[in-house]
């Protein structure tokens, strides 16, 4: 009897560990499968993210992985950026226009920010007060 409760143990034992080892096969793989499906497509999805955060609205997210969920996410993160960079553009282009209307002005022109420092003086202030390009601003 006690030769058969050692062996019957022994199985049991040799049981215990097949399972523990399927179950840690069975995580690992998991893993792996989390970082091919979520982890990879949402660090490209927060790179993207970081960039335009630097003002780099050339960024795109492009093609993704991890299901179409995070393909559509990707989508619209890059018809945002699209967006955002037109704008951009379109604000960068009048900001010129008015640059260039306000220099030919002649009237002394010139821009201040919140605190009341110079950012910007046309080219008529210049010539009114003497001074170099450059000087009179801050």
């Known amino acids: 009897a006690g030769a058969v ?39 490209q999805l ?10 780099d609205w050339d960024a795109r997210v492009g093609p993704i992985g991890g299901g179409r969920e995070f393909g559509r ?8 950026a699209e967006a955002v ?10 900001e010129r226009r008015l640059s260039v209307l306000l220099d030919l002005s002649p009237q002394v022109v010139m821009t ?12 008529w202030w210049h010539e009114y007060t003497g001074t170099p390009w450059g000087e009179g601003l801050g």
Not at 46 to 55: H, K, P, V
Not at 86 to 94: E, F, H, I, K, P
Not at 112 to 123: E, F, H, K, P, V
């Open 112 to 123: 201040a920010d919140a605190g009341g420092r110079i950012t910007w003086l046309n080219r």
């Open 85 to 94: 960079q037109a704008r951009d553009a379109a604000r960068l282009a009048s």
């Open 5 to 43: 409760l050692r062996e019957a143990a022994a199985r049991d034992r040799l049981a215990a560990f097949l399972i523990l080892g399927s179950l840690l096969l069975t995580f690992s793989l998991a893993l792996v499968a989390f970082g091919a499906a979520i982890e990879r497509p949402v660090k």
């Open 73 to 80: 996410l990707g989508a619209a993160f890059d018809a945002m």
């Open 46 to 55: 927060l790179g993207a993210a970081g960039r335009w955060g630097r003002q």
